[in-house]
């Protein structure tokens, strides 16, 4: 005895559903990138003291910077190299302006090998916790 009978073509029905489903999924996950926005012009962030020197070092090196973007003198590590989700290689860099008070903030390269500061998701109270 069948308690769930189910209607003639229902099968079909839920086939072509979940094929119109990842179809549209597929679909959005192929969509273009957005724009990436930065805290200013190319050439104002090619002058970052920050981002020149992140650019061109490896995970690991150590700095200290002045940074007027950043509220002066900072200490810069450069933590970790990694490939975004969008495909864009990136580096991220600790910047402390004391032992307690810093943030992680990342670049990654565009396709034309220019280098942009990635803009925050959410803000934070700007403390680090070790």
């Known amino acids: 005895m069948n308690l769930f009978p189910s209607p003639a073509g229902f ?67 450069l933590t970790k190299k990694y490939r975004a989700a969008s495909g864009l290689k990136c580096k991220m860099v600790r910047v402390r302006v004391d032992k307690s008070l810093g943030e992680d903030v990342s670049i990654c390269q565009k396709e034309d090998d220019s280098w942009f500061l990635v803009p925050q998701l959410s803000a934070g109270n700007g403390y680090l916790s070790e």
Request: net charge neutral.
């Open 11 to 77: 099968s079909l029905k839920v086939v072509r559903a979940v094929l119109v489903f990842f179809a549209v999924v597929f679909f959005i996950g192929c969509a273009p990138l957005p724009k990436q926005r930065t805290s200013g012009t190319s050439q104002e962030l090619a002058k970052s003291p920050l981002l020149s020197w992140a650019i061109t070092h490896q995970a690991g090196d150590h700095a200290v910077l002045d940074d007027p973007e950043f509220g002066g003198k900072v200490m810069a590590e």
